[in-house]
């Protein structure tokens, strides 16, 4: 393969991460291009409508509409997908791939669902597939577990992933203001999206735990096949109780595998963390994320996990890892089945099954204010094997109720809910009951 001495890059979509993307490759191109040793062209730039304002300056010549011919532009040697979506953006990251082409992309969505499809055209046309940017915005976790720490098979890795929800849960905290409130509020300042969903009912965060497992263990884990909990459920109470406990409550995704069982679980969901650990103290709309190796113990990451310079930062460094590829005909690291055996083996690999899956876990319960009511419920998770370690009593909002608030010992997610459905048929217990798990995880 002939190395090229001038790198073109095809930009399919120019909004928020692309103006970014441009206007910091543009301005430290002369820097850039010394370190790389080949000259940067921007070349071409696909986007849906060219008459648009933007904040950075493209020639008009350069413009087109057409992502598909930007992705397939012989000259074209490195495509940035930064459309989004799961449609176009997979079209143009095949229609590329197949033409040996490095792509990079910034797309969660599209690699959480068509991942296995985009590796395997990758290897069969020989192209090569960048996506820093999709986990973490300015966090280079993917190159960290990719290669700073390929000598470490992954017990535990845990994080905070979505900026939205660490902000909505800081200000609930710091403010003791209601999850409504705050997230009205949110939206108003651009913090949160118009619809909120995916965010903060945890789909974002699950989407990007698909990608961290599937780096670390070579399997991709499918989101119907996590526990996914968002932080809608959330209130002042919880905030101000798992604080006197010693916790704040962060969205986080855990992905722990047991490597002599062989088994792999990904979760997403509010934990009452330790203030002891640092990713307790992660707030506002900054990621943070734990990964312990079996070589170099735990290793911690903190960031700002999205927003146009962080992700065109993110972006940027994989563009100058595809520029050695291409000048140097030398690969860098890069994720497939291999390296993934390699960081604990996906042969055999298993979902661990719920039982296996243990925590100490934070329960509130709205239930009828009358004699005998604790004891019900004593009963019930007794019946599951799940023992009692605090239980609170306050008012509540509901009329002639109380409102518990238990935290048990070690129990399992199967036990806990079973006792969940045992608590649901109690006429006493008058709302589903809320479940938070407590992480003890060690740093
Ligand atoms: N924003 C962040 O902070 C962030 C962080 C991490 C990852 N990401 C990911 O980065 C990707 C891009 O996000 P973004 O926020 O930059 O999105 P965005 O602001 O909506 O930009 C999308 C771009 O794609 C272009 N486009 C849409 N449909 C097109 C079509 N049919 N043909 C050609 N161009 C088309 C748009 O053109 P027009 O400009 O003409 O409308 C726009 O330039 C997404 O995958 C997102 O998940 C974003």
């Given at each position: 393969?002939?190395?090229?001495s001038?790198?073109?890059?095809?930009?399919?979509?120019?909004?928020?991460?692309?103006?970014?993307?441009?206007?910091?490759?543009?301005?430290?191109?002369?820097?850039?291009?010394?370190?790389?040793?080949?000259?940067?062209e921007?070349?071409?730039?696909a986007?849906?409508?060219?008459?648009?304002?933007?904040?950075?300056?493209?020639?008009?010549?350069?413009?087109?509409?057409?992502?598909?011919a930007?992705?397939?532009?012989?000259?074209?040697?490195?495509?940035?997908?930064?459309?989004?979506?799961?449609?176009?953006?997979?079209?143009?990251?095949?229609?590329?791939?197949?033409?040996?082409?490095?792509?990079?992309?910034?797309?969660?969505?599209?690699?959480c669902?068509?991942?296995?499809?985009?590796?395997?055209?990758?290897?069969?046309?020989?192209?090569?597939?960048?996506?820093e940017?999709?986990?973490?915005?300015?966090?280079?976790?993917?190159?960290?577990?990719?290669?700073g720490?390929?000598?470490?098979?992954?017990?535990?890795?845990?994080?905070?992933?979505?900026?939205?929800?660490?902000?909505?849960?800081?200000?609930?905290?710091?403010?003791?203001?209601?999850?409504?409130?705050?997230?009205?509020?949110?939206?108003?300042?651009?913090?949160?999206?118009?619809?909120?969903?995916l965010?903060?009912?945890?789909?974002?965060?699950?989407?990007?735990?698909?990608?961290?497992?599937?780096?670390?263990?070579?399997?991709?884990?499918?989101?119907?096949?996590?526990?996914?909990?968002?932080?809608?459920?959330?209130?002042?109470?919880?905030?101000?109780?798992?604080?006197?406990?010693?916790?704040?409550?962060?969205?986080?995704?855990?992905?722990t595998?047991?490597?002599e069982?062989?088994?792999?679980?990904?979760?997403?969901?509010?934990?009452?963390?330790?203030?002891?650990?640092?990713?307790?103290?992660?707030?506002?709309?900054?990621?943070?994320?734990?990964?312990?190796?079996?070589?170099?113990?735990?290793?911690?990451?903190?960031g700002?996990?999205?927003?146009?310079?962080?992700?065109?930062?993110?972006?940027?460094g994989?563009?100058a890892?595809?520029?050695?590829?291409?000048?140097?005909?030398?690969?860098?690291?890069?994720?497939?089945?291999?390296?993934?055996?390699?960081?604990?083996?996906?042969?055999?690999?298993?979902?661990?099954?719920?039982?296996?899956?243990?925590?100490?876990?934070?329960?509130?319960?709205?239930?009828?204010?009358?004699?005998g009511?604790?004891?019900?419920?004593?009963?019930i998770?007794?019946q599951?094997?799940?023992?009692?370690?605090?239980?609170?009593?306050?008012?509540?909002?509901?009329?002639?109720?109380?409102?518990?608030?238990?935290?048990?010992?070690?129990?399992?997610e199967?036990?806990?809910?079973?006792?969940?459905?045992?608590?649901?048929?109690?006429?006493?217990?008058?709302?589903?009951?809320?479940?938070?798990?407590?992480?003890?995880?060690?740093?």
């Open positions: 393969m002939s190395k090229p001038v790198i073109n890059i095809g930009f399919c979509g120019l909004g928020t991460v692309g103006q970014g993307v441009w206007k910091h490759l543009s301005a430290s191109r002369a820097a850039l291009e010394a370190r790389l040793g080949a000259r940067l921007l070349y071409r730039v986007v849906r409508n060219p008459g648009k304002a933007r904040g950075v300056d493209i020639p008009a010549a350069k413009l087109t509409t057409d992502a598909l930007v992705a397939i532009d012989p000259a074209v040697h490195i495509v940035c997908e930064l459309i989004g979506g799961t449609a176009l953006a997979r079209e143009v990251t095949l229609a590329a791939l197949a033409r040996g082409k490095i792509v990079v992309s910034a797309n969660k969505a599209l690699l669902e068509s991942g296995a499809e985009i590796f395997a055209a990758a290897r069969k046309g020989g192209g090569h597939f960048f996506f940017a999709s986990v973490a915005g300015g966090i280079p976790i993917i190159k960290a577990l990719r290669e720490l390929i000598a470490n098979r992954f017990p535990r890795i845990y994080g905070i992933l979505n900026g939205t929800c660490n902000y909505l849960l800081t200000r609930m905290e710091r403010e003791g203001v209601s999850y409504a409130d705050v997230l009205a509020d949110a939206k108003r300042l651009g913090y949160a999206e118009a619809d909120e969903t965010d903060v009912q945890g789909w974002d965060t699950a989407h990007k735990a698909a990608i961290l497992a599937y780096l670390a263990h070579g399997m991709w884990v499918k989101t119907d096949q996590m526990l996914v909990e968002g932080i809608t459920r959330i209130t002042q109470t919880d905030i101000v109780h798992a604080a006197q406990l010693g916790y704040g409550i962060k969205l986080l995704a855990v992905i595998r047991d490597f069982a062989n088994q792999l679980f990904v979760r997403v969901h509010p934990t009452l963390l330790p203030r002891r650990l640092v990713l307790a103290n992660v707030d506002g709309v900054y990621n943070g994320i734990a990964v312990t190796g079996d070589v170099v113990g735990t290793t911690i990451y903190i700002r996990g999205a927003g146009q310079d962080a992700t065109a930062s993110a972006v940027i994989d563009i890892d595809a520029v050695t590829l291409l000048t140097s005909g030398k690969s860098v690291v890069v994720p497939d089945e291999a390296a993934a055996i390699h960081a604990g083996g996906r042969k055999g690999v298993k979902l661990a099954p719920l039982e296996s899956i243990c925590s100490r876990y934070y329960l509130r319960l709205e239930v009828r204010d009358q004699p009511v604790l004891a019900q419920v004593a009963t998770m007794a599951n094997r799940v023992s009692i370690e605090s239980v609170i009593q306050r008012g509540s909002r509901l009329p002639d109720a109380a409102m518990l608030i238990l935290t048990t010992h070690q129990s399992n199967q036990a806990i809910r079973t006792t969940l459905a045992g608590l649901a048929q109690l006429a006493s217990v008058l709302e589903e009951p809320l479940l938070l798990r407590i992480g003890d995880f060690e740093e």
